[in-house]
């Protein structure tokens, strides 16, 4: 029993032939290239998972797909995708009419379809609850409870990117202030640099002409720099905010923590948030919990998983 999982990122579609315990049979790796218009990117993908299915060595029972922004698993669409410029985008259907494939087919959003990877083949597998945080450019949420991703009557529940925790805080590319990705995406953590910069001229991150990167920031908080090392220590609060709110509603007994940011800033952003968090929650929900990196790097597993488990594999 094989079957395709699909990423569709900013810059790539990532396919994957994959058995039921989570190996990658073969793989086929396109570009995105969003500004051609979702017909393309539906040709691209029903191209890639045509390429797998001819050398598929058994039955393909389910294609899984998991796509950047807001997904409607129910109506097969993706409502919003920044990242893509997608509106109200039949995602299913137009994928299903390009393929020769009477294979049924499921959506999900990509982080929901990274953190059931984790369950199935990863970090949560012997996890009775946990939340999946990828902090990238943006801020990427999803929980697990039991064996199934929390999705809320219209796909959205996690959503916390744009869940507002400091009414006074720094504006928001969504218009408000203060929301969590502010302080905790790499995007919130340069736009932060860029501004206080002013305040700190002593600063390595002060010179130049261009707000400094997130790579530049890592770099002087590692080196000491007093500046470097505030902006990570704010950044770190905001996780360990994320981590309370995440912590009540669910009672989880492990955080995955990960996103290309997530996993460059690992030692710095863990160490001791656990203990912050649990200041601003009842201890007694951070008795079990513990953090991890994510173990199921390649997303396009996670979509594939999310294909088996909607034909009840
Ligand atoms: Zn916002």
């Not at 990828?134 to 409870?145: C, D, E, F, K, R």
């Not at 925790?165 to 790499?186: M, Q, V």
């Amino acid at each position: 029993m094989y079957a395709v999982g699909v990423d569709i990122g900013g810059t790539k579609i990532d396919c994957v032939l994959m058995d039921s315990a989570g190996h990658v049979i073969r793989d086929v790796i396109v570009p995105t290239a969003p500004q051609d218009g979702a017909a393309a990117v539906f040709d691209r993908i029903a191209g890639s998972v045509g390429a797998l299915a001819e050398h598929a060595p058994g039955e393909i029972v389910s294609i899984g797909i998991g796509c950047t922004g807001l997904v409607n698993q129910q109506a097969g669409m993706i409502e919003n995708s920044v990242h893509l410029n997608w509106q109200n985008v039949p995602l299913r259907e137009g994928v299903r009419e390009r393929l020769r494939l009477d294979v049924p087919i499921a959506i999900e959003n990509d982080l929901k379809a990274a953190a059931l990877g984790e369950k199935r083949f990863g970090a949560g597998k012997n996890s009775a609850a946990f939340v999946y945080l990828a902090i990238g450019t943006g801020l990427g949420s999803a929980a697990v409870i039991n064996d199934r991703v929390v999705s809320g009557s219209r796909g959205l529940a996690m959503e916390i990117g744009h869940l507002m925790i400091d009414p006074n805080g720094r504006r928001c590319a969504c218009g408000r202030r203060g929301c969590l990705e502010t302080f905790l995406s790499g995007t919130g953590l340069a736009h932060a640099a860029g501004i206080l910069r002013h305040d700190h001229p002593e600063s390595t991150l002060s010179a130049g002409e261009d707000k400094p990167t997130t790579a530049a920031i890592l770099a002087a908080a590692r080196a000491g720099d007093a500046f470097g090392r505030m902006l990570i220590d704010e950044m770190r609060g905001g996780l360990a905010r994320a981590i309370s709110i995440c912590a009540a509603v669910f009672n989880p007994d492990l955080i995955v923590l990960g996103g290309g940011f997530g996993l460059a800033a690992w030692d710095l952003l863990t160490d001791g948030v656990l203990a912050l968090a649990s200041e601003y929650a009842l201890p007694e929900l951070f008795t079990e919990l513990r953090l991890s990196k994510p173990e199921c790097t390649r997303q396009a597993i996670g979509a594939g998983a999310v294909g088996l488990q909607a034909i009840g594999h």
